[in-house]
């Protein structure tokens, strides 16, 4: 077969990209080597876990809260395998879209490993053993990522645990050690320390969500903390050993020689992941990768070699399934001779757990290491109205303005919704808007929006209202 466009990976950019390039008249093949399209964000990541921090979030809500609202429920308990079964069918359905999709836009789905013979000739070796080849003229690398899982971990997928199986357990833990205090670890342990289980996370860095603005990590710590979660950090682990019934995790702060240990149900390794190219033939096609195993690409995406094109989690940047989403369509448009572009900065980032944490654009951190003269606003949830109707009084709202421009430079929240509320900043610094005009705009009152406006307020000279 023969094709303008094959796409490797049908995860969040692959399979976008592979829907762009056929509505831009491209005849376009998707390459996915597991049985269902999706990827990792849709089978075994973004989808399944928001579901399961929904479910979770519910019975918390049961247990801790409904008293205060006048609602009295009585042996109320988790019922483990009906979340897990809730859980897989909002991940069927949502496959089950993605196959429409590919019809809908006559899109042909190879099912197989796809390795690259020539830098215009793909194999795909099928299930059955057979192998298909097909001949391109672009190619789009959409492979995604996998975790990190060191061999000292002894990760033996029963006891010393990833994010995949973590997603599948089938009784509430009464214990977990998760290794490594970012997203993916805070969301998965957020699930279980709702559920009941006791949660003591390792992390090696001074802070959890390292990557996120400093005023977030304490803020969702200190929320988390409510929970019951507890936080070790500056400590390493030295070493992780797996029993029958139970793990081991030994560690130490940084500074120290004195070894800790606790036994827990599971591990959870939670460390980070790492670019997916196993066996994809890349030097059969001269495509170069850099030290870190990422698909090197240039300005358009483009790799080394004319024709083969790279997005998502393979590439350099956050490995985020929006930011694979831009990708994909930005390179789908390349291809069709047109001039996207993708303001990598405006790409927000969002931790799921509750109260949500989302951010965009430059950090008080990273504006201080630069020397950009910047002022900054903050408004707490719990002066806001909306906020304490729900009793989702925890977080903030940090709006960062240039102090000579006023042009806002970042907005940071943690709080109630702020995976959604982001979305306001985002389109007000797409259009370089300033504090003042964020300030200006008017909130339907009462809303969780409006801590976005009182902390523009409050950015533009002490003129919050409430507070």
């Not at 789908?332 to 405006?346: C, D, V």
Request: net charge negative; with cysteine.
């Amino acid at each position: 077969m023969q094709y303008d466009v094959t796409v490797i990976g049908s995860g969040p950019g692959g399979y976008v990209a592979a829907i762009r390039c056929a509505q831009l008249g491209m005849k376009t093949a998707l390459i996915e080597r597991y049985p269902t399209l999706g990827g990792t964000c849709l089978n075994v990541g973004c989808i399944p876990s928001k579901a399961l921090l929904d479910s979770s979030e519910h019975y918390h809500n049961a247990v801790e809260r409904f008293s205060a609202h006048g609602i009295e429920a009585d042996n109320l308990r988790v019922h483990m395998p009906q979340m897990i079964k809730r859980k897989n069918e909002v991940v069927e359905q949502t496959v089950k879209g993605l196959d429409f999709l590919m019809k809908k836009n006559k899109i042909d789905v190879y099912s197989g490993h796809g390795s690259f013979l020539a830098p215009t000739k793909i194999s795909v070796a099928q299930p059955d053993g057979k192998t298909t080849e097909i001949e391109t003229t672009k190619t789009i690398i959409a492979t995604g990522s996998k975790p990190i899982v060191p061999p000292a971990f002894n990760y033996d997928k029963k006891r010393v645990i990833t994010s995949t199986e973590a997603l599948n357990i089938s009784e509430v833990p009464k214990s977990m050690v998760i290794i490594g205090g970012g997203v993916i670890g805070l969301e998965l342990g957020s699930v279980f320390a709702r559920l009941g289980a006791k949660i003591d996370v390792v992390e090696f860095l001074d802070r959890i969500i390292p990557g996120m603005d400093g005023d977030c990590s304490k803020e969702l710590q200190r929320s988390l903390q409510k929970l019951g979660m507890k936080f070790h950090l500056k400590h390493l682990v030295t070493a992780v050993t797996p029993g029958a019934s139970e793990v081991k995790v030994e560690f130490k702060k940084k500074d120290s020689e004195e070894i800790q240990a606790i036994e827990a149900d599971y591990c959870l390794v939670a460390i980070g992941r790492r670019p997916y190219t196993d066996n994809l033939g890349l030097e059969n096609a001269g495509v170069q990768i850099d030290e870190k195993g990422r698909v090197m690409v240039d300005e358009h995406l483009q790799t080394n070699v004319p024709g083969i094109y790279a997005i998502g989690d393979v590439i350099r940047g956050a490995m985020l399934a929006h930011k694979a989403e831009e990708e994909g369509v930005f390179v789908a448009e390349t291809i069709a001779g047109q001039h996207p572009h993708i303001h990598y900065n405006l790409i927000p980032g969002v931790v799921y757990t509750w109260p949500e944490v989302a951010g965009v654009g430059q950090t008080e951190e990273q504006l201080k290491a630069d020397g950009i003269p910047y002022k900054s606003g903050k408004f707490p949830f719990k002066a806001l109205g909306r906020a304490r109707a729900s009793m989702d009084t925890d977080g903030m709202v940090k709006v960062l303005a240039h102090k000579e421009t006023d042009e806002i430079l970042g907005v940071h929240m943690v709080g109630p919704r702020a995976a959604d509320l982001i979305a306001e900043a985002v389109t007000l610094m797409e259009f370089r808007a300033s504090a003042e005009d964020a300030a200006r705009m008017s909130h339907a009152h009462p809303t969780f929006t409006e801590a976005i406006k009182e902390a523009a307020l409050a950015a533009t000279g002490n003129r919050a209202i409430h507070m």
